[in-house]
């Protein structure tokens, strides 16, 4: 069978910028474990595969080693192809339906507007050894309903300047983490890293879904809704997050790097 397989950089308008996903736009969902195998041979923090038989259309995410229930670059990467190959009128909104929730996207003028769900944090008190283990002292510890431990930063340079031990993160509760602190240039709200060795994936470059429970906090935190936000990997990544009642809206641009057949 062929098959195409898209590499799009989501949360960039530049290619090798942002972050990286594989998409796959099928007429039915293939085997668990070939789309295990295709992620794994991408080798990118997530690839899609896209059903479009159902309504909505039903969307599913790998790592390299493992499926994951809701990836937000991947949804910008999938979406934009959708809209860039004329499968759905750009007029339109695109349903997804995950794993664990239904997600819709539609064109904005600066980019592709996407409504997820808002993830509640609770704080928690201290992560031994966590100084050794990242780099540096976190002014305050979260921990996310999806289990991600956010962790505040004084400055932006802790941030920046971060050392993670890879290898032993996960056997201290630290196996999916994310770094923050408030950005020191006027145009950027807060700053980011992420971590996720527990998914196979050392750091993130762009990471969508976990503004589900960041921006939630730091709106709690400054009383701001609206954010630009840079994730300070080494490509980088812009996006645009407003905090909703119930939801959290994220709006980033994607550009595609390749489009291949794939034969299996």
Not at 45 to 62: M, N
Not at 216 to 239: C, D, E, H, Y
Request: hydrophobic fraction near 40%.
């Amino acid at each position: 069978m062929k098959y195409t397989i898209y590499q799009v950089d989501a949360f960039t308008d530049e290619i090798f910028k942002g972050n990286p996903a594989g998409v796959m736009i099928l007429d039915q969902n293939l085997s668990p474990q070939l789309m295990q195998n295709i992620a794994n041979e991408m080798n990118l923090s997530e690839t899609a595969f896209v059903d479009i038989s159902q309504s909505p259309f039903d969307i599913r995410f790998f790592t390299p080693t493992t499926e994951i229930s809701l990836c937000g670059h991947a949804t910008l990467a999938s979406a934009y192809i959708l809209y860039q190959k004329n499968i759905v009128s750009k007029n339109d909104t695109i349903n997804f339906k995950t794993l664990e929730t239904n997600l819709t996207i539609s064109q904005r003028d600066d980019g592709l507007q996407m409504v997820f769900p808002k993830f509640k944090t609770k704080a928690i008190t201290k992560i031994d050894h966590f100084y050794e283990l990242v780099g540096f002292q976190p002014n305050k510890l979260y921990l996310s309903e999806n289990g991600w431990v956010i962790a505040i930063a004084k400055n932006e340079s802790d941030i920046t300047n971060a050392t993670p031990k890879f290898s032993e993160l996960d056997a201290h509760g630290l196996g999916h983490l994310i770094i923050t602190s408030l950005a020191t240039n006027d145009s950027i709200d807060y700053v980011l890293r992420c971590f996720a060795p527990k998914s196979g994936i050392n750091e993130d470059p762009v990471t969508g879904s976990i503004q589900c429970a960041l921006a939630p906090l730091w709106n709690t935190l400054t009383g701001i809704t609206n954010f630009r936000v840079k994730q300070l990997s080494a490509r980088t990544g812009i996006l645009n997050v407003n905090v909703l009642d119930n939801n959290v809206e994220i709006i980033g641009k994607a550009v595609t790097f390749f489009e291949a057949s794939l034969s299996i």
